[in-house]
């Protein structure tokens, strides 16, 4: 849909950075319009996980015989910002941007081995980012240390009079102390996050840090979120109602693609859009027509704002109960081959893998995800922690001692 079009302005962390000096590479790859968990949907192509061609995950698959030719089997990043995650893991940059609305930094990061941190929502402007859900989205940051994280959200951190949702308290410096002592920390395990689909081994390593926390003094203690279960439905229902809506201006009059049949305005919309657009996108924007109908608004839309806002309050009661940050998998594995992710409905596949992230966005609150180990299969696994709102750099400076 946007093939060819220069933007006339830039966004505003764009702009902040360049402000700062730093030298923008390039635009990476990403599932179209951000939809997605795989980065499989892009226009521009999928994009390989750069761990495809690690030696150790190259030497554990020469000992599987599967008779497919070496390079058909290569790794998916995850997504939806899946090309930023790649360039930061293959050493191309020093930082990328991405953004995150239901978990689509974190999950890239878990798959590429980096770190991938979404901000809490009004920290950073989202001026010049072309919506997905105006009320998730966050611009996310991916590095390969927690620090390098901070020193770049020191940057776009602070309030954009172009975007009205970024809050007015002046921003102090995102430098993190170097934590020694944890013993007075209280780390909440999400009860309902131990997903029967969730792999083995990231549950072996969640437990596995969970201790550490542990012997190093910080209490542990498991919490419940209780409307988890709500959530992916509950996404799915609001995503979908602000795509109809976001997508409405992809007309072929104003900017972007515009197709040759010219019969009538109508016809002209809907070719463009037809052909502008893939699958998942059209598929996103009938969802939420649907859920938008004068009959189906309380049922659907307003029923779901209802729900996230329980489910934004599950995280409320577990910090008020003095809980600092929660622990919690990143993803259900590791990083699954291409021809595996694309036998599934990528539809399906995308909710079940954004279990562990979505929720936040609903709450608004700030989480990390950090590389923690490799897998059997000599892939990275990450973690995440999720923190109070705008207590972004605690929650970095706990994931900084962890990391
Ligand atoms: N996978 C989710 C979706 O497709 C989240 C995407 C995102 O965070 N941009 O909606």
């Given at each position: 849909m946007l093939k060819g079009y220069v933007p006339p302005y830039n966004a505003t962390v764009v702009q902040k950075l360049l402000d700062q000096g730093a030298i923008l590479m390039g635009k990476t790859n990403l599932d179209e319009f951000a939809m997605g968990s795989g980065s499989t949907d892009g226009v521009f192509g999928p994009v390989k996980n750069?761990?495809?061609?690690s030696k150790q995950y190259r030497e554990k698959r020469k000992q599987k015989p599967h008779g497919e030719k070496e390079d058909s089997n290569w790794l998916i990043t995850g997504g939806s910002s899946g090309g930023s995650a790649a360039a930061v893991a293959a050493f191309t940059c020093f930082a990328a941007l991405g953004s995150d609305t239901g978990g689509s930094t974190r999950n890239p990061a878990a798959h590429c081995g980096v770190v991938g941190f979404k901000p809490s929502y009004g920290l950073v402007s989202r001026h010049g980012l072309i919506p997905l859900v105006n009320s998730m989205d966050v611009p996310g940051i991916l590095t390969r240390c927690v620090d390098d994280a901070a020193l770049v959200l020191g940057v776009l951190a602070g309030h954009d009079p172009k975007d009205s949702t970024t809050v007015q308290d002046p921003v102090k410096p995102f430098t993190l102390p170097t934590l020694t002592d944890v013993s007075k920390l209280c780390i909440g395990i999400p009860k309902e996050y131990l997903a029967p689909e969730l792999s083995s081994e990231v549950r072996s390593f969640w437990s596995k840090a969970a201790n550490l926390f542990e012997s190093e003094g910080a209490k542990v203690i498991e919490v419940s979120l209780p409307h988890t279960s709500y959530s992916i439905v509950c996404y799915h229902v609001l995503c979908t109602s602000e795509v109809a809506s976001n997508m409405a201006r992809f007309d072929g009059l104003e900017y972007g693609h515009r197709c040759d049949i010219d019969v009538s305005t109508e016809a002209m919309y809907a070719a463009t859009r037809r052909e502008g657009f893939n699958d998942v996108v059209r598929g996103r924007i009938l969802s939420g027509n649907f859920f938008l109908l004068k009959e189906n608004y309380e049922n659907y839309f307003i029923k779901a704002q209802k729900v996230r806002r329980l489910i934004a309050n599950d995280f409320v009661n577990v910090f008020n109960s003095g809980v600092d940050v929660l622990l919690t998998p990143t993803t259900l594995s590791d990083a699954v081959p291409y021809l595996e992710f694309i036998k599934e409905d990528n539809r399906t596949r995308s909710a079940q893998d954004d279990i562990f992230t979505q929720a936040v966005n609903m709450a608004g609150l700030p989480a990390v995800s950090v590389p923690v180990a490799l897998s059997n299969q000599g892939l990275p696994i990450g973690l995440q922690f999720i923190g109070r709102a705008f207590r972004d750099q605690q929650l970095l400076t706990i994931a900084k001692w962890f990391e």
């Open positions: 750069p761990w495809s061609y």
